[in-house]
């Protein structure tokens, strides 16, 4: 049997909260200590985070955030959730924008891992091709990598045997091309199924749950929810909804939105919500060989919140 525990951690001051313009959803919260690393146990920490393509301040203060984590913990690579390019994609793989809105905002110390992306909605506004080519085109120069429009990867846990399978899905497909949604879904299926991964994570940029202004996307909710169920996903994470929320598990299979790399919107909990702000940040997600961590971080540089996921 499986158990969540969410532990409360931190607070934001007056004085922090001050700096951001929307309207925060979170109670104060006493001082807190964040839990260290166990010794001896091997960690593979990620940052996940999305809807970050505006090249503005916020942008970069979440990159300044995430990178003072990763000086601190290293990080083993970066996952970013769709709409890399607002407003409209890109034209090209030699559009300025991989530069202005990637590699010198994500050059930062304790930034230098690979960087595993999905395709958004407002990705697919331009040349979404062209992120894919970007990739193939600057292997040898470049964290980027988007090998294909869906993907896989296996990352090992350190000081043991077991590993975690990352599944990088384009939600775009199974919303507007009914032919390539089901290609994609076999892909899914087929994958998770042959996985000895001892923590399988799947992420896309649309919601499945989610309390945030688009909330649930009923249609991806209805063809990979069953899947989720069916081969035991531990975690799908996501963008779309411009904020961070951890939500209840659905079914065994736990949900978080982490979509406020770039942008917010003044939204509220809902009734599924876990853990809920809507402030600039990114999710750290820490796994060992007995729990995945989810550590919301803050662009002020504090982290917000833990939640733990025991097996």
């Not at 497909?173 to 290609?183: G, N, S, T």
């Not at 951890?246 to 009734?271: E, H, N, T």
Request: proline share 4%; hydrophobic share 40%.
């Amino acid at each position: 049997m499986r158990k969540a525990l969410g532990l409360i951690l931190a607070v934001f001051s007056f004085t922090a909260c001050a700096l951001f313009d929307p309207k925060v959803i979170a109670e104060l919260r006493p001082d807190f200590q964040l839990p260290g690393k166990a010794p001896g146990v091997g960690y593979v920490e990620f940052a996940a985070f999305g809807d970050t393509g505006t090249g503005d301040q916020n942008q970069k203060d979440v990159a300044a955030a995430i990178a003072a984590y990763g000086l601190s913990s290293p990080l083993n690579f970066a996952v970013l959730l769709g709409d890399n390019f607002y407003e409209a994609g890109v034209a090209s793989a030699d559009d300025d924008q991989f530069r202005t809105k990637f590699e010198e905002i994500y050059s930062l110390g304790g930034l230098d891992v690979p960087f595993y992306a999905v395709l958004g909605n407002h990705d697919y506004y331009g040349n979404e091709q062209a992120q894919i080519d970007y990739y193939l085109a600057n292997q040898a120069a470049s964290n980027w990598n988007m090998p294909d429009y869906y993907y896989a990867f296996t990352e090992q846990i350190p000081g043991g045997t077991e590993t975690i399978r990352v599944y990088m899905i384009d939600t775009n497909i199974l919303l507007k091309d009914p032919v390539r949604a089901d290609e994609e879904l076999s892909w899914l299926e087929a994958e998770l199924g042959a996985s000895t991964a001892a923590w399988n994570v799947v992420c896309g940029h649309h919601t499945v749950y989610s309390s945030g202004a688009h909330g649930s996307t009923g249609d991806v909710k209805a063809l990979l929810e069953p899947l989720f169920r069916a081969y035991g996903v531990d975690l799908y994470l996501c963008g779309h909804d411009h904020d961070l929320e951890i939500l209840k598990p659905q079914g065994g299979v736990s949900y978080a939105v982490s979509g406020s790399g770039g942008k917010v919107r003044p939204d509220d909990y809902g009734f599924l919500s876990v853990y809920y702000a809507n402030r600039y940040g990114a999710t750290i997600v820490r796994i060992s060989e007995g729990e995945l961590a989810l550590i919301p971080i803050l662009a002020n540089g504090s982290a917000d919140y833990f939640y733990a996921i025991d097996k």
